[in-house]
Protein backbone atom coordinates (compact mmCIF):
# COMPACT_ATOMS: atom_id res chain seq x y z
CA UNK A 1 0.00 0.00 0.00
CA UNK A 2 2.01 3.18 -1.16
CA UNK A 3 -0.55 5.65 0.51
CA UNK A 4 0.30 9.37 -0.63
CA UNK A 5 2.85 9.45 -3.55
CA UNK A 6 4.91 12.85 -4.20
CA UNK A 7 6.87 13.42 -7.28
CA UNK A 8 9.74 15.05 -7.71
CA UNK A 9 11.24 14.87 -4.37
CA UNK A 10 13.49 17.78 -5.24
CA UNK A 11 12.90 20.74 -8.20
CA UNK A 12 15.46 23.45 -8.46
CA UNK A 13 13.31 26.10 -10.98
CA UNK A 14 14.51 29.79 -12.25
CA UNK A 15 12.21 32.71 -11.45
CA UNK A 16 9.46 32.50 -14.09
CA UNK A 17 9.35 28.85 -14.76
CA UNK A 18 6.29 26.92 -14.30
CA UNK A 19 6.40 23.46 -12.75
CA UNK A 20 3.86 20.77 -11.74
CA UNK A 21 4.05 19.36 -8.44
CA UNK A 22 2.50 15.41 -8.67
CA UNK A 23 0.24 14.34 -5.78
CA UNK A 24 -1.06 10.32 -5.94
CA UNK A 25 -3.21 8.34 -3.43
CA UNK A 26 -4.23 4.91 -3.54
CA UNK A 27 -6.53 5.13 -0.28
CA UNK A 28 -9.67 6.09 -2.00
CA UNK A 29 -9.66 8.97 0.14
CA UNK A 30 -12.44 11.97 -0.80
CA UNK A 31 -10.42 14.63 0.81
CA UNK A 32 -7.02 16.06 -0.66
CA UNK A 33 -4.81 19.00 0.84
CA UNK A 34 -1.76 21.15 -0.84
CA UNK A 35 0.65 22.48 2.37
CA UNK A 36 3.50 24.57 2.22
CA UNK A 37 5.92 24.77 5.45
CA UNK A 38 8.91 27.07 5.34
CA UNK A 39 12.10 26.37 7.59
CA UNK A 40 10.93 26.61 11.16
CA UNK A 41 7.36 27.30 10.49
CA UNK A 42 4.31 24.91 10.62
CA UNK A 43 2.29 23.93 7.46
CA UNK A 44 -0.07 26.77 5.28
CA UNK A 45 -2.94 25.49 3.63
CA UNK A 46 -2.78 26.18 -0.34
CA UNK A 47 -5.64 24.43 -1.79
CA UNK A 48 -7.54 21.44 -0.85
CA UNK A 49 -10.19 19.34 -2.75
CA UNK A 50 -13.35 17.51 -0.93
CA UNK A 51 -13.72 15.14 -4.37
CA UNK A 52 -13.43 14.83 -8.19
CA UNK A 53 -14.28 18.15 -10.04
CA UNK A 54 -14.32 20.49 -6.97
CA UNK A 55 -11.18 22.32 -5.72
CA UNK A 56 -11.10 24.98 -3.34
CA UNK A 57 -9.14 28.08 -2.09
CA UNK A 58 -7.12 27.79 1.49
CA UNK A 59 -5.24 30.31 3.09
CA UNK A 60 -2.24 31.46 0.44
CA UNK A 61 -3.55 30.25 -3.01
CA UNK A 62 -1.79 32.82 -4.95
CA UNK A 63 0.48 31.53 -7.31
CA UNK A 64 -0.50 28.16 -7.42
CA UNK A 65 -3.69 26.15 -9.50
CA UNK A 66 -4.74 23.11 -8.72
CA UNK A 67 -7.38 20.14 -10.67
CA UNK A 68 -9.16 17.31 -9.77
CA UNK A 69 -9.86 15.00 -12.83
CA UNK A 70 -9.49 11.76 -10.45
CA UNK A 71 -9.78 10.70 -7.27
CA UNK A 72 -6.90 9.46 -7.01
CA UNK A 73 -4.70 12.63 -8.43
CA UNK A 74 -4.46 16.15 -7.41
CA UNK A 75 -1.77 17.84 -9.21
CA UNK A 76 -0.13 21.67 -7.91
CA UNK A 77 0.80 23.93 -10.78
CA UNK A 78 2.76 27.06 -10.24
CA UNK A 79 2.82 29.55 -13.34
CA UNK A 80 6.00 31.98 -12.91
CA UNK A 81 7.65 30.77 -10.04
CA UNK A 82 9.51 33.45 -7.51
CA UNK A 83 12.22 32.88 -4.47
CA UNK A 84 9.01 33.47 -2.17
CA UNK A 85 7.84 29.71 -3.44
CA UNK A 86 10.75 28.59 -2.13
CA UNK A 87 9.40 25.78 0.64
CA UNK A 88 8.72 22.29 0.92
CA UNK A 89 5.16 21.12 -0.56
CA UNK A 90 3.05 18.16 1.43
CA UNK A 91 0.53 16.59 0.12
CA UNK A 92 -1.95 15.17 2.28
CA UNK A 93 -5.31 13.06 2.26
CA UNK A 94 -8.13 11.04 4.31
CA UNK A 95 -11.49 10.15 4.25
CA UNK A 96 -14.45 12.42 4.91
CA UNK A 97 -15.09 11.50 8.68
CA UNK A 98 -11.80 10.30 9.45
CA UNK A 99 -9.46 12.40 12.31
CA UNK A 100 -5.97 12.03 10.98
CA UNK A 101 -4.74 13.05 7.28
CA UNK A 102 -1.69 10.66 5.61
CA UNK A 103 0.98 12.73 4.36
CA UNK A 104 2.95 12.26 1.57
CA UNK A 105 7.08 12.64 1.83
CA UNK A 106 7.28 16.25 0.24
CA UNK A 107 8.46 18.01 -2.50
CA UNK A 108 11.74 20.30 -1.63
CA UNK A 109 11.80 23.06 -4.45
CA UNK A 110 14.15 26.56 -4.73
CA UNK A 111 13.41 29.30 -6.67
CA UNK A 112 16.46 30.74 -8.45
CA UNK B 1 -9.88 33.73 11.59
CA UNK B 2 -8.24 30.73 13.64
CA UNK B 3 -4.60 30.77 15.30
CA UNK B 4 -3.09 28.66 17.17
CA UNK B 5 -0.21 29.45 20.07
CA UNK B 6 2.02 26.96 21.22
CA UNK B 7 5.42 26.96 22.47
CA UNK B 8 8.45 27.18 19.91
CA UNK B 9 11.03 24.74 21.61
CA UNK B 10 10.35 22.00 24.95
CA UNK B 11 13.43 20.83 26.55
CA UNK B 12 12.55 17.50 28.64
CA UNK B 13 15.50 14.49 29.37
CA UNK B 14 15.35 10.94 28.04
CA UNK B 15 12.84 9.23 30.43
CA UNK B 16 11.02 12.01 31.44
CA UNK B 17 7.28 12.98 30.97
CA UNK B 18 6.73 16.53 29.23
CA UNK B 19 4.08 18.36 28.54
CA UNK B 20 3.22 20.50 25.05
CA UNK B 21 0.37 23.26 25.64
CA UNK B 22 -0.98 24.19 22.79
CA UNK B 23 -4.03 27.21 22.66
CA UNK B 24 -6.54 28.30 20.36
CA UNK B 25 -8.76 30.82 19.09
CA UNK B 26 -11.23 29.93 15.89
CA UNK B 27 -14.80 30.86 14.97
CA UNK B 28 -16.26 27.34 14.28
CA UNK B 29 -14.07 24.43 16.09
CA UNK B 30 -14.35 20.81 15.63
CA UNK B 31 -11.71 19.42 17.01
CA UNK B 32 -7.86 19.36 18.41
CA UNK B 33 -5.04 16.67 16.15
CA UNK B 34 -1.67 16.44 16.96
CA UNK B 35 1.21 15.70 14.62
CA UNK B 36 4.81 14.74 14.74
CA UNK B 37 7.62 15.63 12.40
CA UNK B 38 10.87 14.50 12.33
CA UNK B 39 13.81 16.57 10.94
CA UNK B 40 13.16 15.82 6.90
CA UNK B 41 9.94 13.68 7.13
CA UNK B 42 7.02 14.45 6.73
CA UNK B 43 3.75 14.89 9.52
CA UNK B 44 2.04 11.74 11.01
CA UNK B 45 -0.96 11.85 12.62
CA UNK B 46 -0.25 10.81 16.56
CA UNK B 47 -4.14 11.75 18.17
CA UNK B 48 -7.11 13.94 18.12
CA UNK B 49 -9.63 15.09 20.80
CA UNK B 50 -12.94 15.65 19.58
CA UNK B 51 -14.34 15.75 23.14
CA UNK B 52 -13.35 17.37 26.29
CA UNK B 53 -10.98 15.03 28.31
CA UNK B 54 -7.51 12.90 28.10
CA UNK B 55 -7.54 10.30 24.82
CA UNK B 56 -4.45 7.54 25.77
CA UNK B 57 -2.53 6.46 22.52
CA UNK B 58 0.69 3.87 24.40
CA UNK B 59 3.38 6.40 25.62
CA UNK B 60 1.39 9.66 24.26
CA UNK B 61 -1.64 11.46 25.58
CA UNK B 62 -3.53 14.19 24.64
CA UNK B 63 -6.03 16.52 26.29
CA UNK B 64 -8.46 19.08 25.28
CA UNK B 65 -10.70 21.67 27.23
CA UNK B 66 -13.19 23.53 25.08
CA UNK B 67 -14.20 25.73 27.71
CA UNK B 68 -10.59 27.01 27.84
CA UNK B 69 -10.06 26.82 24.36
CA UNK B 70 -6.99 24.59 25.35
CA UNK B 71 -5.00 21.26 24.87
CA UNK B 72 -1.86 19.40 25.47
CA UNK B 73 -0.05 16.44 24.54
CA UNK B 74 1.60 14.53 26.95
CA UNK B 75 4.85 11.83 26.50
CA UNK B 76 5.86 9.69 28.83
CA UNK B 77 8.97 7.85 28.76
CA UNK B 78 10.63 10.39 26.84
CA UNK B 79 12.94 8.30 24.12
CA UNK B 80 15.81 9.92 22.11
CA UNK B 81 13.67 8.95 18.94
CA UNK B 82 10.88 11.43 20.92
CA UNK B 83 13.37 14.41 19.49
CA UNK B 84 11.26 16.04 16.60
CA UNK B 85 8.61 18.84 16.29
CA UNK B 86 5.41 18.42 17.62
CA UNK B 87 2.15 20.65 15.73
CA UNK B 88 -1.24 20.75 17.46
CA UNK B 89 -4.36 21.58 14.56
CA UNK B 90 -7.55 22.90 15.13
CA UNK B 91 -10.35 21.17 13.03
CA UNK B 92 -13.02 23.71 11.62
CA UNK B 93 -16.30 22.52 11.60
CA UNK B 94 -17.04 22.63 8.08
CA UNK B 95 -18.18 20.01 5.45
CA UNK B 96 -14.26 20.08 4.11
CA UNK B 97 -12.14 18.08 7.11
CA UNK B 98 -10.40 21.33 6.87
CA UNK B 99 -7.29 21.43 9.32
CA UNK B 100 -4.92 24.46 10.17
CA UNK B 101 -1.51 23.94 11.83
CA UNK B 102 0.40 25.56 14.27
CA UNK B 103 4.24 26.72 13.91
CA UNK B 104 4.62 23.67 15.59
CA UNK B 105 7.18 22.82 19.13
CA UNK B 106 10.25 21.45 19.08
CA UNK B 107 11.08 18.99 21.28
CA UNK B 108 14.67 18.81 22.03
CA UNK B 109 15.65 15.73 24.28
CA UNK B 110 18.89 15.30 26.69
CA UNK B 111 20.34 11.58 27.75
Known amino acids: NAGVTQTPKFRILKIGQSMTLQCTQDMNHNYMYWYRQDPGMGLKLIYY???????DKGEVPNGYNVSRSTTEDFPLRLELAAPSQTSVYFCASTRQGNYGYTFGSGTRLTVV | GQSLEQPSEVTAVEGAIVQINCTYQ??????LSWYQQHDGGAPTFLSYNGLDGLEETGRFSSFLSRSDSYGYLLLQELQMKDSASYFCAVREMNRDDKIIFGKGTRLHILP
Open chain 1, 49 to 55: SVGAGIT
Open chain 2, 26 to 31: TSGFYG
